[in-house]
């Protein structure tokens, strides 16, 4: 394993060779990304948890789970809630998977 103190390329070196760890490590990393977009886009609009709640029909306590990237109840639904209300859109793609080759 060549030396890197790249946190990235350390994760894929130590996930590498075990599929199970690599999913969990993909699926955290959506959560993540997740919870930080809802984030990003409410103090955008300059809105508090609970105000984006109300423009949406739930508590606040909903959004802040929903910006928490431990949360893996993420739905779609709830995404294009919040979108609408923040007056965006989802917008979902599918990529190739890339795996980087060793040299």
Not at 44 to 58: D, F, I, N, P, S
Not at 91 to 101: A, D, F, G, S
């Amino acid at each position: 394993m060549a030396k890197t103190n790249d946190a990235i390329k350390i994760i894929d070196q130590l996930t590498s060779s075990d599929s199970e760890l690599e999913a969990m490590v993909v699926e955290a990393s959506i959560n993540a990304e997740v919870a930080q977009l809802i984030y990003e886009a409410r103090t955008k609009a300059g809105l508090t948890q609970k105000q984006l709640a109300e423009l949406v029909g739930t508590k606040q306590p909903v959004i802040a789970r929903l910006e928490d990237a431990d949360y893996e109840g993420h739905s779609l639904s709830m995404l294009q809630k919040i979108a609408h209300a923040l007056n965006q859109r989802v917008v979902i793609r599918l990529t190739p998977l890339e795996h980087e080759q060793s040299a």
